[in-house]
C-alpha cells in the first residue's frame, strides 16, 4: 500500500507543477520523484520493469543518442518510456518511471523503459534492476569541479555495471574501449572510420587515455577525429579500436548522409557528434533485434531538421542557435568545427551566465582546453562575448589571437540585436548554454518586429 501511495504521490505532484509551470518556470521533472521516494524508500527498486531496460550515459552526447534510440524503437511498434527532457540523474529517473507506472500492480506501462544516465547516477538508478543494454558514448573531461578527471568518470561507470547487461561502445574512445578489458560483459563496438576532416598529430598537448592499458606503451593514431578520439592502436600489443562490430564512413555533411555497415542512413544535423549518435542507436538497436531495413527506414523517413525550432532570421541572415554545454571542451570544440564548416561570412555569439545549474563552484578552466585558435579564418568576422562571464571568454579569444573580432556586449538583452545587426556580417551562429536561449531569441528577435 505504502508503494501505490507513493505512486500516487508522484502523479499527483506531477500534474499540480504541469499547471503551474507557466508561473513556476519549471516541468516538474524532478520534485515529483524526490516527494515519492522520500515516501516510500527506493520504491523504483519493486516495480515490473519490461524486458528491455536501455541505458545510455557518457561524457557527451547522451541526449541525441536517447533521442534517436527513442524514435527507432517507437517507429518499430514498441512502446518506449524514455526521459524526453533530458533530465537524468537519480530523482528524474524516479519521476519518470512512476509516471508511466500502474498504481495498483507497480507494472510499467512500456514496452522498453529507455533512461539518459548521468554517469554519477547509474547505480543508484539500477540498484537491484539492471539494464539489459548500456551504451556509453565517450569519456572526457567534463564538470570537473563535480566530476574531477575521466579516470574516476570511468571507475564510477564501471563500478556500476552488472555482467548481465550488454555494453554498446565507442571504440573510437580510448577510455570506453577499455571496458573490452575490464568486464566480461558482452561488448558491441562502434566506430567512425576517417572522415575528411581527421587530422595526423594532435591539436592539444593534453590528451587523455594516451597510454595503453595493457602493456603501457603510448598509442599510435592513424587519425584523430577530435581531441584524443579517433582511430589508434597499441603499436606493441595491438589493442585498438578495431575490430568494429558497427562502423560508420562515407559521412557526407552538406547532404546529410553517411554509411552505416554498407547501408546508406540520414543524419539529421550535419555534425560529427550526430554521426556519432545516429551509430550509436543503430548499434543498440539492431543489437536488440530490429532489422536493418527497419533502422534505415526509421531514420530515413520523414526526418525534420534536429535545430529547427532554433533556426530563424532577422532580414536576410540566418540565425541558428546552438545549446552548447559549458565544462566540456571537446563538446564545445564540436560546435565550432561545425560552424566552421558552413559556407560564407558569419558572426559568432558565445557566451553563458552560470557555468551548472548543479551546483555554484565557476570552474571556468575548461576554456583553456578549448582551441578557439581555429577561430583566426578570415570568413569569421565578429565574436560578440554576452553573459555574466563575457570578459572571461574575451580575454581567453584575445589570447588566442582573435582581439579585432571581439565585441564585449554589457547587457545583451537590451543591445545584442542593434550590435549584431549594425556591427557584423554574414549568418549569426549561437554557442550559449541552455539557461540563456529565450533571452538570446528574444533580443535577436526584436529587428523583426
Known amino acids: 500500500m505504502k508503494d501505490t501511495l507513493a505512486i500516487i504521490i508522484n502523479k499527483s505532484i506531477s500534474i499540480i507543477c504541469k499547471i503551474l509551470k507557466p508561473i513556476l518556470h519549471k516541468d516538474g521533472s524532478v520534485t515529483p520523484g524526490y516527494y515519492a521516494n522520500k515516501y516510500s524508500n527506493n520504491i523504483i527498486d519493486r516495480l515490473k520493469y519490461p524486458k528491455i531496460i536501455i541505458g545510455v550515459t557518457g561524457s557527451s552526447g547522451k541526449g541525441s543518442t536517447t533521442r534517436l534510440i527513442a524514435k527507432i524503437l517507437e517507429n518499430n511498434n514498441y512502446k518506449v518510456i524514455w526521459n524526453k527532457n533530458g533530465s537524468n540523474l537519480y530523482n528524474a529517473a524516479v519521476t519518470l518511471i512512476l509516471n508511466h507506472t500502474n498504481s495498483f500492480t507497480k507494472k510499467i ?90 587530422y595526423k598529430k594532435p591539436l592539444s598537448d593534453t590528451l587523455d587515455a594516451a597510454y595503453c592499458p595493457i602493456c603501457h606503451t603510448k598509442y599510435k593514431y592513424d587519425w584523430y577525429h577530435y581531441g584524443n578520439i579517433g582511430i589508434f592502436k597499441c603499436p606493441k600489443c595491438k589493442y585498438g579500436t578495431f575490430p568494429l562490430n558497427y562502423h560508420a564512413n562515407d559521412i557526407n555533411l552538406a547532404t546529410k548522409f553517411m554509411t552505416i555497415n554498407e547501408h546508406i542512413v540520414k543524419i539529421d544535423y550535419p555534425a560529427i557528434f550526430t554521426c556519432y549518435a ?100 578570415p570568413f569569421v568576422d565578429k565574436i560578440f562575448c554576452i553573459g555574466r562571464f563575457r570578459y572571461d571568454i574575451a580575454y581567453r579569444l584575445e589570447l588566442a589571437g582573435l582581439k579585432d573580432k571581439i565585441i564585449i556586449i554589457d547587457d545583451y538583452k537590451k543591445n545584442l540585436s542593434y550590435q549584431v545587426t549594425h556591427k557584423s556580417k554574414g549568418n549569426i551562429y549561437t554557442v550559449i548554454f541552455v539557461d540563456m536561449m529565450d533571452d538570446v531569441r528574444n533580443a535577436l528577435s526584436e529587428v523583426n518586429k
Open 109 to 198: 506501462n512500456g514496452d522498453v523503459l529507455l533512461l539518459e544516465l548521468d554517469e554519477s547516477y547509474i547505480k543508484s538508478v539500477f540498484h537491484k534492476i539492471n539494464p539489459t543494454h548500456l551504451v556509453i558514448t565517450n569519456i572526457t573531461r567534463d564538470q570537473v569541479a563535480r566530476n574531477g578527471e575521466p579516470e574516476l568518470i570511468y571507475d564510477k561507470i564501471l563500478n556500476s555495471i552488472d555482467p548481465s547487461t550488454t555494453l554498446i561502445i565507442n571504440a573510437n574512445d580510448p577510455l570506453t574501449l577499455r571496458y573490452s578489458l575490464d568486464t566480461n560483459n558482452k561488448i558491441v563496438k562502434y566506430g567512425i572510420l576517417k572522415y575528411k576532416t581527421d
Open 278 to 377: 545516429t551509430l550509436a542507436a543503430y548499434a543498440l538497436t539492431n543489437t536488440i533485434g530490429i532489422s536493418d531495413e527497419n533502422i534505415m527506414e526509421s531514420l530515413n523517413d520523414n526526418q525534420e531538421e534536429f535545430n529547427s525550432n532554433n533556426i530563424f532570421k532577422i532580414g536576410r541572415r540566418r540565425i541558428e542557435m546552438i545549446d552548447s554545454k559549458p565544462e566540456n571542451a571537446l563538446s564545445y570544440e564540436q560546435t565550432i568545427d561545425y560552424i566552421l564548416e558552413q559556407k560564407g561570412n558569419l558572426s559568432i555569439i558565445i557566451g553563458f551566465d552560470n557555468v551548472s545549474r548543479r551546483y555554484s563552484l565557476n570552474d571556468i578552466s575548461w576554456l583553456y582546453d578549448i582551441n578557439f585558435e581555429k577561430l583566426n579564418n
